[in-house]
């Protein structure tokens, strides 16, 4: 967990009172957004299937949470692929929080992998995790964000903004979820709720950043604002798009990547394109 000096730009108690569920809450993007908005005032709902990863979050959270008089609470065993799953949490949640204003769809599952070698149930289950998986949050908090008026969060990326080999399954799944946020945007607005996505780059310390970045060698001088992105940066837009001073905005997905999808794919270049045609050429997988 980074440290929260960064907040001083943030109101304090600018969430108090507020609950927050976020799916993929246990992972180390999602647990940054939770300890800022607990920091300042909001109470949250962890929900991930590993309960022991689970647990040890909210563990941390507990340490921020007693400061600002936020809450946490932490539901293992639970997958988002699975709608029952979801509700299950969901009533968890509102028993313990009374309520949910807002919704981070976080959780989401990525490996590296050519055409070739991606197996159709490889590329179902990363479209589950992270497509359906948003839908499926979405759909079980609804009754709840209709009651509040209340506002939701996609993660999806910018692996779709341009043909990035070994992630045509994570670049389907997160181009869906921008269309999932910018649709629900419009549909749910005269009602009052908002919907956002926002789109991360590079976040160093990250599993996806270590596997997607093989070689980080002059890396960081490639990315336009010279370094990587820190978990802080996806929890500084965060607060902004959960926040009052955003509420006029809904269907944006917000790129906070130092400029680096500008520049094109570097990541897997050294890879392509002879790595990739030797593998293309590989015995076919079904
Ligand atoms: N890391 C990057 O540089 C980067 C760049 C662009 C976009 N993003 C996006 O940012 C978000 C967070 O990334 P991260 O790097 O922090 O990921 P992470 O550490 O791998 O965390 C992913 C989280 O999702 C949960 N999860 C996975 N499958 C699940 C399922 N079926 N049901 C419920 N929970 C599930 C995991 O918990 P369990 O395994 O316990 O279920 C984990 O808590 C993701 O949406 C990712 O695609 C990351």
């Known amino acids: ?7 001083k730009v943030w109101q304090e108690g600018l969430f108090q009172g507020k609950a927050c569920l976020i799916t993929g809450g246990s992972g180390t993007i999602c647990r940054q957004q939770a300890a800022a908005l607990m ?10 299937r590993d309960q022991e990863q689970v647990d040890s979050v909210v563990s941390l959270l507990e340490k921020i949470g007693a400061q600002a008089k936020a809450k946490v609470v932490g539901f293992g065993g639970c997958d988002v692929r699975s709608i029952e799953s ?9 028993s313990a929080f009374g309520k949910i204003d807002y919704v981070i769809c976080g959780a989401a599952g990525n490996f590296m992998s050519d055409f070739n070698h991606l197996s159709a149930n490889a590329f179902k289950t990363v479209v589950d995790i992270d497509l359906l998986g948003s839908f ?3 759909k ?23 043909g990035v080999p070994f992630q045509s399954h994570v670049g389907a799944a997160k181009a869906g979820i921008d269309a999932l946020s910018n649709a629900l945007a419009v549909e749910f607005g005269p009602i009052g709720i908002r919907c956002n996505c926002i789109a991360p780059g590079p976040i160093g310390g990250t599993e996806g950043f270590n ?16 370094r990587v992105g820190r978990t802080k940066d996806i929890a500084n837009a965060t607060i902004f798009l959960f926040s009052p001073a955003a509420e006029w905005i809904t269907g944006t997905v917000m790129v906070v990547d130092g400029g680096f999808w500008q520049m094109g794919n570097f990541n897997t270049l050294e890879m392509y394109p002879d790595v990739l045609k030797q593998k293309l050429l590989e015995k076919p997988k079904l």
Do not use: D, W
């Open 1 to 7: 967990m980074e440290n929260h000096e960064y907040f």
């Open 39 to 48: 920091k300042l005032g909001c109470s949250v709902s962890i929900v991930g």
């Open 86 to 94: 979801m509700a299950a949490v969901v009533a968890k949640t509102v």
């Open 136 to 138: 499926n949050t979405v």
């Open 140 to 162: 079980a908090c609804y009754p709840e964000l209709v009651k509040s008026k209340g506002s939701v969060l996609f993660i999806s990326a910018t692996l779709h903004y341009y």
């Open 211 to 226: 596997r997607l970045v093989p070689n980080k060698k002059n890396f960081e001088s490639k990315i336009p604002l010279q």
